[in-house]
């Protein structure tokens, strides 16, 4: 049973996780911006996606490259959801899940610590 939500509820449980991660985090976060979209054209049914330069790949090379792109997608989250508080706690996994990969840190990692 999918879980209604407006858009800007949904939004605002972005926000929310953003909120929670430590500033000594945020304040090294890097050329990259959060987006919300509906869903991934190309697969569907993931929940997030990180594109871009990890900051672990950045050498004195780079520059001139757009801004990585956080995206969290709404729709499967709220469909594989059953309640609002399982929306919350699984925007908030997608968020840190994403941003990790944003420092380097592989699927592997993230999947064998609860992550995933």
């Given at each position: 049973?999918?879980?209604?939500?407006?858009?800007?509820?949904f939004?605002?449980?972005?926000?929310?996780?953003?909120?929670?991660?430590?500033?000594?985090?945020?304040?090294?976060?890097?050329?990259?911006?959060?987006?919300?979209?509906?869903f991934?054209?190309e697969?569907?049914?993931?929940?997030?996606?990180?594109?871009?330069?990890?900051?672990?790949?950045?050498?004195?090379?780079?520059?001139?490259?757009?801004?990585?792109?956080?995206?969290?997608?709404?729709?499967?989250?709220?469909?594989?959801?059953?309640?609002?508080?399982?929306?919350?706690?699984?925007?908030?996994?997608?968020?840190?899940?994403?941003?990790?990969?944003?420092?380097?840190?592989?699927?592997?990692?993230?999947?064998?610590?609860?992550?995933?």
């Amino acid at each position: 049973m999918t879980v209604r939500m407006s858009d800007d509820e949904f939004d605002g449980l972005v926000s929310d996780a953003l909120d929670t991660i430590p500033s000594e985090l945020t304040d090294n976060m890097s050329n990259v911006v959060i987006l919300v979209e509906p869903f991934n054209e190309e697969e569907p049914t993931i929940l997030g996606l990180y594109h871009g330069v990890a900051l672990t790949m950045r050498d004195h090379e780079y520059g001139g490259f757009l801004p990585d792109t956080i995206t969290i997608y709404r729709d499967p989250i709220l469909a594989m959801c059953h309640s609002r508080e399982e929306v919350v706690h699984e925007v908030a996994v997608t968020v840190i899940h994403e941003i990790a990969h944003h420092f380097g840190i592989s699927d592997e990692w993230l999947h064998a610590n609860g992550w995933g």
